[in-house]
């Protein structure tokens, strides 16, 4: 028996436009595959910053393209959080900064967070209380793990109070445009007019493996990550930059993601769909967009849970994994079939104590 995996928050394989991709390297390198395959300068491809920086109306200078997006993140940390600085994150977070951040020695500050997102009241509590903290890292849209939303009422609050407190703020962003239903909230940079910290990723638009992600910083804080970069790599991986650029300047960037979002929305339905005939009691978030379902299991533990889980061959990431929970687990439906989804879920039911799904 094969498992399924919901413990991969990546895009199931049909979502990569291979044979497109293929046509833009080819064509980069025959174009300029002698600058593209050498050295080049630490913030990144030219053209696609200008592209970015046209997106997001900043000076190209201010953006600053990463092997992935996460890259950008153990630049930053590296740079604002020496040990025993404090950091705050949302509870649950995506559980890669927890550990870059542990591995820094920074002290985490995990803030409480509810259907509607991170609650500005516990922000400002924080803020009024200790050291200046290093900076608020946040997911506001379709937020991993727990799939969340960040309301329009409390993003004016959170950059209300960040600019109040001098707070640096970094909104990773990078389901933001995996949206299947619903309007687009405005992001915290637009909000700010540009003063919080914004990364986001071509990762869930077009190929996790080019390892493209990007930030929008402040000038002095982008001279600060480039001088890192340098030291740490020399050089970009400009055939991946360029590709994606070639990919974007033929206009293929929109008719992709529309495609993507047709493909993942039907995952998306999916889960629910074997959520509420499998799990019917067990809360789960309803995401208007992006990779995840958080679910509580009513006071299982959630460990035990997960090894009888792999038995029946189904398998995901613990909550506590992300600072969530004993009770809590995050499905990721991006990469399954939606008949993998439903035999999934059937499975994880199976490997549910009784008391967690209410069955008399």
């Known amino acids: 028996m094969a498992t399924i995996s919901f413990a991969r928050g990546i895009p199931a394989p049909e979502c990569l436009a291979v044979e497109d991709l293929a046509d833009c390297a080819r064509a980069v390198l025959e174009r300029d595959g002698r600058t593209i395959l050498s050295y080049g300068p630490s913030p990144g491809y030219g053209p696609l910053r200008e592209w ?137 940079f637009d909000l700010s007019k540009g003063e919080v910290v914004y990364s986001s990723s071509f990762s869930k638009t077009i190929a996790p493996g080019l390892r493209v992600g990007w930030f929008v910083l402040p000038e002095a804080l982008a001279r600060q990550v480039e001088a890192t970069a340098t030291a740490t790599y020399i050089t970009p991986v400009l055939l991946g930059q360029a590709t994606v650029y070639e990919f974007v300047s033929r206009g293929l960037f929109e008719a992709n993601l529309e495609r993507v979002i047709g493909l993942l929305r039907v995952r998306r339905d999916a889960m629910f769909a074997a959520l509420d005939s499998e799990l019917p009691e067990a809360p789960a978030t309803r995401p208007d967009g992006g990779y995840f379902v958080w679910l509580s299991l009513d006071g299982a533990d959630v460990g035990a849970v997960l090894a009888r889980a792999e038995e029946q061959g189904v398998t995901f990431v613990p909550g506590p994994d992300f600072g969530g929970g004993p009770d809590t687990l995050r499905l990721a439906f991006s990469f399954v079939s939606p008949e993998e989804i439903a035999e999934g879920v059937a499975r994880l039911a199976a490997a549910l104590p009784r008391s967690a799904i209410n069955v008399s």
Not at 94 to 102: A, G, Q, S, T, V
Not at 105 to 123: S, V
């Open 52 to 188: 970015l920086a046209a997106r997001h109306d900043v000076d190209a200078s201010r953006i600053f393209l990463t092997n992935g997006s996460l890259q950008g993140f153990v630049f930053l940390a590296r740079s604002l959080a020496p040990p025993g600085k404090r950091v705050l994150v949302e509870q649950p977070t995506y559980d890669r900064p927890l550990k870059i951040l542990r591995e820094l020695g920074a002290e985490i500050a995990p803030l409480h967070c509810d259907e509607d997102g991170l609650d500005p009241d516990a922000l400002e509590a924080a803020l009024r209380s200790g050291e200046p903290p290093a900076f608020l890292y946040l997911i506001p849209t379709f937020q991993n793990p727990s799939g969340r939303t960040l309301s329009a009422e409390r993003r004016h609050r959170i950059v209300e109070l960040a600019q109040e407190h001098e707070l640096l703020v970094l909104e990773d962003d990078p389901y933001g445009l995996v949206r299947y239903e619903g309007d687009p909230l405005p992001s915290l």
